[in-house]
Nanobody, 124 residues
Framework: QVRLQESGGGSVQAGGSLRLSCPSS????????PAWLRQPPGKAREGVAH???????TYANSLKGRFTIYKDNRKNTLYLQMNDLKPEDTATYYC??????????????????WGQGTQVTVSS
């Protein structure tokens, strides 16, 4: 089992940057592959980025080049660096985790463990 807690959200103007953090805890947390997903207002939850236990990353095509997922294994913390933010990036951002072997790494339905979410608001 793994416990997740996001932080780092906030309000920023278009073109700005934010870094989200998600420390994990639990007896088996190092076994899980984490990901970032988001839910824009009035829309379905969608995948942002995933990082495997071997460090391999997967991104939503529309976010490549602006968002970077990485983790610090010593701190058991997942990060999402978001640059050149746009109003359409406004959403609640969630950290999620699941055991390796996912078929659809950016599909919300693949994940059983979630944080509570952190709000990101980008104004034009």
């Amino acid at each position: 089992q793994v416990r997740l807690q996001e932080s780092g959200g906030g309000s920023v103007q278009a073109g700005g940057s934010l870094r989200l953090s998600c420390p994990s805890s639990g007896p088996d947390n190092c076994r899980y592959s984490p990901a970032w997903l988001r839910q824009p207002p009035g829309k379905a939850r969608e995948g942002v980025a995933h990082i495997g236990v071997d460090g391999t990353t997967t991104y939503a095509n529309s976010l490549k080049g602006r968002f970077t997922i990485y983790k610090d294994n010593r701190k058991n913390t997942l990060y999402l660096q978001m640059n050149d933010l746009k109003p359409e990036d406004t959403a609640t951002y969630y950290c999620a985790a699941e055991l390796p072997g996912l078929v659809f790494k950016l599909s919300p339905t693949e994940y059983n463990y979630w944080g509570q979410g952190t709000q990101v608001t980008v104004s034009s």
